[in-house]
């Protein structure tokens, strides 16, 4: 019965876990998940455990995420229209897609790549002067492991750094030196892309061509350069939890190792690594703007005994600008049959309840809703 009750790992079965406490000295190491793999351990520790553990191996049929080819969508009308339709069906079903040939070259994707691991795999001492939770903006790269790690339910096992892009972008001194360069210079091409998408998904919504670049959609970029090592055991815990993202659009670079997944009429479904692609995602605020026309999809990533896996996750968002500026469901798409189903609120507002929540396996938006 005691291993069973450490295996299913909940405060409540065990009186003597002080979770907050052992929350704590993990914070307080400064050095995160990789921290404890460096230093060897063979057991996943408890406030990493799932309540149950984690099925890797289902067998379900594979449903497989579209994937959408930018090429041509400039010079040739009749290939941007097929492109425009096909935007609309995978944000209206899936919330989630692969693009290729997107226009960012292959070799800017490898180095960002580069960059996160060299960042992450840095001399601890080095690395821990970057470590912080104070999101107020006064550190222009916040490293640390889970945002949410006093909030959420369990903890992910991964390490993240998160930095503000746009507007006012960092000086270069201002960035680690491991991914400095690549750093600027992939967030320029991921705003170029960015532009690109929200004329696509304008025109999807049968709106001006500039509407969602207008209302602010591309005013404000961070990326996030997240780190996954190997773990001993991948079913007892996660790599990130179920959620959906707090953004408008989300363009996510993955390497070779695989590991997210989709949560699509009932099931969950992988989304496999294409080289020199990139997955592209719908977030909380555009659904609030379409008023549900597009869907901010459930996703996860699961834990791996092979590591690490490293991915960049671009969000376009204006939650670090100090705006007061409301966002509500487009006046555009409602009507007498489509009223508007979520309140207006500021980018901030959002963001503070979703970072305050965690990631807890229920969607933010519920709260806006009329």
């Known amino acids: 019965m005691t291993n069973k009750m450490v295996l299913n790992d909940t405060s409540r079965c065990q009186p003597d876990y002080d979770r907050k406490a052992e929350l704590r000295a993990f914070d307080e190491t400064k050095t995160g998940v990789k921290g404890l793999v460096d230093a060897g351990i063979t057991e996943v520790p408890r406030i990493f455990h799932l309540p149950s553990p984690e099925n890797l191996n289902s067998q379900q049929p594979e449903l497989t995420l579209p994937t959408i080819d930018l090429q041509g969508i400039d010079n040739n009308p009749i290939r941007r229209k097929e492109v425009i339709e096909q935007v609309k069906g995978a944000l209206e079903s899936w919330g989630f897609f692969q693009l290729v040939n997107h226009g960012i070259p292959n070799n800017i994707l490898e180095e960002m790549i580069k960059g996160v691991v060299d960042f992450h795999e840095q001399e601890s001492e080095v690395k821990k002067q970057w470590y912080t939770r104070d ?34 972008p960092p000086q270069p001194h201002e960035l680690p030196s491991p991914c400095r360069d690549i750093l600027l210079e992939y967030s320029k091409q991921v705003m170029k892309l960015g532009v690109c998408l929200f004329e696509l998904m304008s025109e999807a919504l049968g709106l001006d061509r500039n509407h ?39 363009i996510l670079l993955q390497d070779h190792m695989g590991g997210l997944k989709v949560f699509y009429e009932d099931q969950w479904t992988d989304v496999p690594p294409i080289p020199g692609a990139l997955v592209v995602n719908a977030g909380d605020f555009l659904q609030l703007i379409t008023n549900d026309k597009f869907v901010s999809s459930q996703h996860k990533v699961v834990a791996n005994k092979v590591g690490p896996r490293v991915s960049v996750a671009s ?23 489509n009223p508007a189903k979520y309140r207006g609120t500021t980018m901030k507002e959002y963001v503070d309840y979703y970072r305050a929540k965690g990631l807890d396996g229920t969607s933010a938006l519920l709260y806006f809703k009329i």
């Not at 997240?226 to 707090?246: K, M, V």
């Not at 376009?316 to 007498?336: D, M, N």
């Open 315 to 337: 969000f376009f968002t204006t939650g670090a600008i100090q705006t007061s500026k409301v966002y509500a469901p487009i006046t555009e798409l409602l009507s007498e049959d």
């Open 135 to 168: 999101m107020s903006g006064k550190t222009r790269v916040i490293y640390n492991s889970n945002f949410d790690l006093y909030s959420a339910p369990v903890t992910n096992w991964r390490d993240s750094f998160y930095c503000t892009m746009v507007p006012n």
């Open 212 to 250: 969602l670049v207008d209302i602010g959609c591309a005013d404000g970029l961070a990326v996030l350069g997240h780190y996954y090592p190997s773990c001993p055991q991948p079913e007892l815990t996660i790599g990130t939890r179920d959620h959906t993202d707090n953004d408008f659009i989300t």
